[in-house]
């Protein structure tokens, strides 16, 4: 499969076999030897503040936080996502937001499977503790599938929190939102904005991406092939975006510029030969 990386308008393609390394901007190339980073057992993923700071975090419901030299954070709290059931937790994403607060989002529960709540979905404050003031009032199934996160996040630029619910098990949906709809619009408290009507839950493999005018580009399925769909910012379908792959998957989404690039391990877009990347 293939990534893509975006820095500035550049773009860097990388294969399946890929090694973390921090190079030294002082001198291009080489390794920086200023930075020693702790083994992390069990957390493969990481998010980089803006600040320089480091949050790693994956199963379990631990988050660690480094400084920009590699040394651990003793200010942070790493276990400020309560967890409730005896299923362990799994945290997929984690995004900082501009005031330091940070988003978690993965496949973990903090009530019984009957309850609305921070399920599957949460906020820390800035030094780690649960943050209170926001609350998503996601439900999370009795049976928990460990194999993709049961909650997707995008965070819009006024605040707004996009969640995609995946839909394996029952039981996976948003307090006072009909059970079939995937995709919802909270506020930066976890109010309901609106839901995407049109939008399924999705099984597995599932990508998307936020225009910064506000229109959601979503490639999924609960069921059968997958597809590519667009929604204006209003939440409706753009039935003027016609757009499909064969013979794989799309594994990752950018946009540069006006165009949107798209990898993975597919074989023909809109009918056209184009292998990974388009």
Request: glycine share 10%.
């Amino acid at each position: 499969p293939v990534t893509i990386i975006v820095t500035n308008e550049n773009m860097l393609v990388t294969r399946e076999r890929t090694e973390l390394v921090v190079l030294d901007d002082e001198t291009p190339g080489t390794l920086d030897p200023t930075l020693q980073i702790p083994e992390m057992l069990g957390l493969t993923a990481f998010t980089i503040q803006p600040d320089g700071k480091i949050l790693f975090y994956g199963t379990g419901r631990n988050i660690v936080r480094l400084n920009p030299d590699g040394t651990i954070d003793p200010s942070f709290v790493t276990n400020g996502l309560p967890t409730a059931g005896i299923n362990a937790p799994v945290i997929y994403q984690a995004i900082v937001q501009p005031d330091g607060k940070i988003l978690v989002a993965g496949t973990f529960a903090t009530t019984s499977s009957s309850f609305f709540g921070r399920n599957n979905l949460a906020r820390l404050k800035a030094d780690g503790t649960l943050d209170l003031s926001f609350d998503p009032r996601l439900r999370s199934p009795s049976s928990i599938p460990f194999a993709v996160p049961l909650a997707k996040i995008i965070l819009a630029d006024n605040g707004d929190v996009l969640v995609w619910l995946e839909g394996s098990r029952p039981g996976n949906e948003r307090d006072g939102v009909i059970s079939a709809i995937g995709i919802i619009r909270l506020d930066e408290y976890g109010n309901l904005v609106g839901t995407y009507g049109t939008s399924t839950k999705y099984r597995g493999n599932a990508e998307w991406i936020l225009a910064p005018g506000g229109e959601l580009i979503t490639y999924g399925s609960l069921s059968g092939p997958a597809q590519l769909r667009k929604y204006k910012a209003d939440r409706s379908v753009e039935t003027n975006f016609v757009a499909s792959i064969t013979q794989g998957f799309i594994y990752d989404m950018e946009l540069i510029g006006n165009a949107l690039w798209i990898g993975g391990n597919f074989q023909t877009v809109n009918n056209a030969v184009s292998p990974n990347l388009a």
